[in-house]
Nanobody, 122 residues
Framework: QLQASGGGLVQAGGSLRLSCEASGVTFSNYIAGWFRQALGKEREFVGAASRSGGITDYADSVKGRFTISRDNAKNTVYLQMGSLKSEDTAVYYC?????????????????WGQGTQVTVSS
């Protein structure tokens, strides 16, 4: 089970950190990913991290602004978001799957959190 938190309202240019805590699994065996879905749009890939967090991959739209990190001792993955833009407004979802590679497609992830709303005001 994944529980995402940390969403909220932030001004453009600001920062926000999302958290996603896993329970019932050995989280260090799982690839962790973040996706988002804006109103009226399809859910899209934001970023993902390897089991150790040493390898990450990001969507071009967030590269250089967002950073994924994880603390496997706490079964938690984080999404640090900076230089936020109005187009970053969306419901953000964390996802996980066992494996080795840093996956990017939604269908490759087995477990999903409930989503947390991020609203960026301009």
């Amino acid at each position: 089970q994944l529980q995402a938190s940390g969403g909220g309202l932030v001004q453009a240019g600001g920062s926000l950190r999302l958290s996603c805590e896993a329970s019932g699994v050995t989280f260090s065996n799982y690839i962790a990913g973040w996706f988002r879905q804006a109103l009226g749009k399809e859910r899209e890939f934001v970023g993902a991290a390897s089991r150790s967090g040493g390898i990450t991959d990001y969507a071009d739209s967030v590269k250089g602004r967002f950073t994924i990190s994880r603390d496997n001792a706490k079964n938690t993955v984080y999404l640090q978001m900076g230089s936020l833009k109005s187009e970053d407004t969306a419901v953000y979802y964390c996802a996980a799957r066992p494996g080795t590679f840093v996956y990017k497609r939604q269908l490759e992830f087995d477990f999903w959190g409930q989503g947390t709303q991020v609203t960026v005001s301009s």
